[in-house]
């Protein structure tokens, strides 16, 4: 499953399947990314982070992607699994104290 | 995790009453946040200092107070003030500076009864 195009707050995705999560960032300064995972009732993870002067950066299952040029930011889960259920969130920090997160995207694994 | 613990995990406050929330940091970290997050939305910045004995306001600072007197500890007070205080508070803590991530605690979850 996947989410294109604009944010949505939530995306249902089959087990074994790859999900894409959009965030759309609002500074065009920023030159720093980072997703993160939050369980329910528990503080977020840091998942990947990317600087501006990237385009693509992969971890483990997971890959962001960076276009500048419409300020989007995206994360891309390969063989998505019970466990990756989560809500996931951007952040964009423009080089000062200040991260700066958007609204979420509630990600459920249907097995 | 990560080296921020937040205490206490359930916190119960009568209204008009101060509250003082926990957050110490192993990390040796000189930044430290406080976020607030209410249902479905995402995290809103608090207060956070950048060191010791100094600490500026976020976004929605009114009706909190910080201190910042050890590297290791940002306790955040919700007074009477804070019209709204039932919520989940997240301390992280960072590199100062920017440009990097913030760790974050598991969390506070107030309620106002």
């Known amino acids: 499953g996947e989410s294109v195009g604009l944010h949505l707050p939530t995306l249902s995705v089959q087990e074994g399947d790859n999900s894409i999560i959009n965030c759309a960032y609002s500074n065009s300064a920023s030159d720093y990314f980072i997703w993160y995972k939050q369980e329910s009732g528990k503080g977020p993870q840091f998942i990947i982070d990317i600087r501006s002067n990237m385009d693509k950066r992969q971890g483990q299952r997971v890959t962001v992607l960076l276009n500048k040029t419409v300020k989007h930011l995206s994360l891309q889960i390969a063989a998505t699994q019970p466990g990756d259920s989560a809500v996931y969130f951007c952040?964009?920090?423009?080089?000062?104290?200040?991260?700066?997160f958007g609204a979420g995207t509630t990600v459920t694994v249907r097995a | 995790d990560g080296g921020i613990t937040q205490s206490p995990k359930y916190l119960f406050r009568k209204e008009g009453q101060n509250v003082t929330l926990s957050c110490e940091q192993n990390l040796n970290h000189d930044a430290m946040y406080w976020y607030r997050q209410d249902p479905g939305q995402g995290l809103r910045l608090i207060y956070y200092s950048q060191i010791v004995n100094d600490f500026q306001k976020g976004d929605i600072a009114e009706g909190y107070s910080v201190s910042r007197e050890k590297k290791e500890s940002f306790p955040l007070t919700v007074t009477s003030a804070q019209k709204n205080p039932t919520a989940f508070y997240l301390c992280?803590?960072?590199?100062?500076?920017?440009?990097?991530?913030?760790?974050f605690g598991q969390g506070t979850r107030l309620t106002v009864v």
């Open positions: 952040a964009e920090n423009m080089g000062d104290y200040k991260l700066s």
């Open positions: 992280a803590a960072g590199r100062s500076g920017g440009g990097t991530e913030a760790f």
